[in-house]
């Protein structure tokens, strides 16, 4: 298993707080599948938006990272998290 940090910037006006972490974790979640190799989700709320450890079970750290980012994109274009975009940390 293989930790991926990433970080989500606050696109709209709404302020960011632990809520939009939890909205975030949520929406991971409803969104991983089999081969997303999810284990664990932690999500806080940073200056800005949201900080995201996710980790995932692969083979290496580079397909770890490449299923963390197919996931991210995947949520931010599908649930309602839709006020964040993703930043690399």
Known sequence: ???VHLSLLEVSAAPTGEAGAAD?????WGC???GDG???VRARAVRGGV???LYVRAPDQGVAELRALAL???TLAAGPTGRFAAAMP
């Open 1 to 3: 298993m293989f930790s």
């Open 24 to 28: 975030v974790q949520a929406a991971l």
């Open 32 to 34: 991983a599948g089999p």
């Open 38 to 40: 999810l284990e664990h």
């Open 51 to 53: 900080g995201l450890v």
């Open 72 to 74: 991210l994109d995947r």
